[in-house]
């Protein structure tokens, strides 16, 4: 059975720290560490519920939720708001439901359009976070976060979030707002992928912009260990009895101010993901890790080129 807002608050403890703090879940000895969206007041799981080709069903979601991963993440893209919807019926309020226009949806009026749609397919009169999905270089942002703002004047959108904007997409969004501000950016962020560690990371810090780190396992937990020659990912899950995948997770998370949102399509996985920030790694593991495992940080030369390509792409009504 899950549990209302209320009814958790009532079965746990809260442990207070000025930057963030801890939930305490008493029923089943977990604990979910919380962060701040933003300067809004709102408290998110630094571990929530991705769900981009997810297909487990309303079962795991909702287990998610009664183990305090209370943050859902979609898009109309996804094909997953449907059953986001059914997951979190007669629970809304105690669920932060995320989900993302398309760039093909860019346009003000198409903005709008695409909100009603996800209102609907998620059933329910509010989205938690609304996010641009990836930039859209043909059609003018101020154009778009217009619609945007609108929305959230409407009292259908809460709050307004990017995905995938990179240093000079988020300053160009954050110019074009008149009213409201972009509270996160949703961002790829694992072991292997650590491009927002050049600068990015830092902006968001001193903006208050949440990093939001999608894909925490590399889509996938094998290929972080591909990248992991000597297994040090497992020998620090060992020492730390907990599992690769949780230390994964974890080294995401235990960058300050950074919510991360696996996805899980089994109940074991969720269980196993909900249960990744009750410790924290130690200097020496995180450099462990940070030495020892080959990434990638892809630098402004070729994120250049990328943002080149695709915006040669969208004039040709591609990658959209
Ligand atoms: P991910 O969370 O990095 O990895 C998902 C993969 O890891 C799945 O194969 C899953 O298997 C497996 N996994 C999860 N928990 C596991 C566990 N405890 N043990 C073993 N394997 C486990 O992948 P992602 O879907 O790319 O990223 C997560 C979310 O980020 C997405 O669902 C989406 O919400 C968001 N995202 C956003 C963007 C964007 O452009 N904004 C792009 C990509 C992703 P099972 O499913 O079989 O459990």
């Not at 795991?60 to 943050?71: K, N």
């Not at 995948?245 to 969720?270: D, F, L, Y």
Request: charged share 20%; with cysteine.
């Amino acid at each position: 059975m899950i549990a209302s807002a209320h009814e958790v608050s009532s079965a746990g403890v809260w442990v207070s720290d000025p930057a963030s703090y801890f939930w305490l879940d008493l029923a089943d000895g977990t604990t979910m560490e919380h962060r701040y969206l933003s300067e809004t007041g709102v408290e998110l799981p630094a571990s929530g519920l991705g769900t981009w080709n997810y297909t487990g069903g309303i079962e795991p979601l909702r287990t998610g939720i009664a183990l305090g991963a209370c943050f859902i993440d979609t898009a109309e893209s996804y094909g997953t708001e449907e059953v986001v919807g059914r997951a979190i019926q007669g629970n809304r309020k105690a669920v932060f439901l995320a989900t993302k226009v398309s760039p093909r949806h860019f346009h003000h009026a198409d903005v709008i359009t695409s909100a009603d749609r996800s209102l609907r397919r998620l059933n329910t009169d509010y989205i938690d976070l609304y996010q641009l999905h990836w930039p859209n270089y043909t059609i003018s942002i101020a154009e778009t976060v217009g619609a945007m703002e609108l929305l959230v004047d409407r009292g259908k959108v809460r709050f307004i979030g990017v995905s995938n904007f990179h240093l000079r997409d988020l300053k160009n969004a954050q110019k074009a707002m008149t009213k409201h501000k972009i509270v996160s950016n949703q961002v790829r962020y694992n072991l292997i992928d650590r491009t927002i560690e050049l600068g990015l990371l830092d902006y968001c810090r001193q903006q208050k912009i949440t990093v939001i780190a999608h894909s925490p396992l590399a889509s996938g937990p094998s290929s972080i260990t591909a990248q992991d020659p000597e297994g040090v990912l497992e020998k620090v899950a060992k020492n730390r009895s907990k599992s690769a995948v949780q230390v994964a997770i974890n080294w995401c998370i235990s960058t300050r101010g950074i919510v991360t949102i696996p996805k899980a399509n089994s109940m074991e996985h969720v269980k196993e993901n909900c249960a990744a920030s009750d410790f924290a790694l130690s200097v020496e593991e995180a450099r462990l890790l940070e030495t020892k495992i080959k990434f990638s940080r892809r630098g402004p030369f070729e994120l250049a080129l990328r943002r080149i390509a695709r915006h040669g792409l969208q004039m040709i009504g591609k990658n959209q």
